[in-house]
């Protein structure tokens, strides 16, 4: 148990919405550990200001015990580390940062907490997996699932932005990754194939709960399990679709819930209470869901 208080924090822009303080607080609370979260809301293009190496200077001096990092500072912090775990820097983008042997040091905690989460489905083991969606949250997602063996296709509305992440991932890849665009007569070619379809683009988020990044008129992949990283409802379009017509599905709550249980292990050296982390996430997502009507 440690000793002294855990102050730990997040920086990005905009956070009036983000979960993570009720999820963290949860954790802090249920192990007895004193200590806050707070938000550090710093402008998109103010990465250079003194705020942002100040907070980094109090994790290195143990006033701050680690910091959560989300949009539009993931990859902007990169030149404030001294170190990268191996999933931060093959995917080139962190979310947490913590002190080791007296270094500033960034992890990638969504890359394995979708993983973790992903074990809830079931699917079979090294199934072709397609991501829809090329940005932030779709390289945590094809890192970890090309670590996992799986061969994996993209679909996305910018094909050629799919095709440069595609690129950068092709050597730890076992098989090519495929590239299509995220359209009817594409997807509906390499359906049969598919075991796996994950949701990275915001499609389905609250306020625009009805859509959907499946089109309309195309039935789901008739052997596929579906994960949907929008957590915010926690039960989506996409994810109501499947399960209507039978196949499994989940949304990103789970994972959410497990980047921030790996992130509090890394600071804390305890496990995480994920249970009451999960029930303060549903919690918050349930009251932002009523303030957001
Ligand atoms: P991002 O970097 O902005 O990437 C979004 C991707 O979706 C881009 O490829 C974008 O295409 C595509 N997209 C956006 N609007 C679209 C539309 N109308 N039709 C088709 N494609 C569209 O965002 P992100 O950080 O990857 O996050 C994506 C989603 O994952 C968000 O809902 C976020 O909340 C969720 N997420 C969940 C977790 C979790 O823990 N569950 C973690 C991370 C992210 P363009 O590049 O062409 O704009």
């Known amino acids: 148990m440690p000793e002294h208080c855990i102050n730990l924090g997040l920086i990005g822009w905009p956070l009036e919405h983000s979960m993570s303080p009720q999820i963290h607080q949860a954790a802090l609370h249920k192990l007895g550990i004193c200590g806050n979260y707070r938000l550090f809301a ?30 539009p500072h993931k990859q902007n912090v990169l030149p404030f580390l001294s170190d990268l775990t191996p999933a931060a820097a093959h995917i080139g983008a962190v979310n947490t ?23 809830h489905l079931p699917f079979v083991e090294l199934t072709p997996a397609l991501i829809l969606g090329a940005g932030g949250a779709a390289r945590a ?13 993209i679909a996305a509305r910018n094909p050629t932005k799919a095709q440069t992440l595609a690129d950068s ?27 796996l379809v994950v949701n990275a683009t915001p499609l389905g988020m609250s306020p625009n709960i009805e859509t959907c990044p499946w089109p309309e008129t195309l039935p789901l992949p008739v052997n596929a399990s579906i994960y949907d990283l929008v957590y915010n409802p926690a039960d989506t379009l996409l994810v109501r679709r499947a399960r209507q017509s ?48």
């Open 169 to 195: 991932f092709n050597s730890i890849a076992k098989t090519p990754i495929q590239v299509l665009p995220l359209e009817d007569h594409a997807l509906a070619q390499i359906s049969n194939t598919i075991g």
């Open 97 to 119: 940062v913590f002190l080791e042997d007296g270094l500033l040091k960034g992890d990638n905690t969504d890359a394995a907490g979708f993983l973790n989460d992903l074990a």
């Open 141 to 153: 997602v094809l890192f970890s699932l090309l670590e996992a063996g799986h061969p994996v296709s």
């Open 246 to 293: 039978g196949r499994p599905a989940c949304s990103g709550l789970g994972m959410l819930v497990e980047q921030a249980s790996l992130a509090f292990e890394r600071w804390t050296g305890l496990a995480a209470p994920r249970e009451t982390m999960k029930q303060a996430a549903q919690q918050a997502s349930k009251l932002s869901m009523n303030t957001s009507l």
């Open 42 to 71: 710093i402008e998109p293009n103010n990465i250079m200001d003194i705020a942002i190496s100040d907070l980094f200077d109090h994790v290195v001096s143990g006033e701050l015990t680690g910091l959560n990092i989300t949009l």
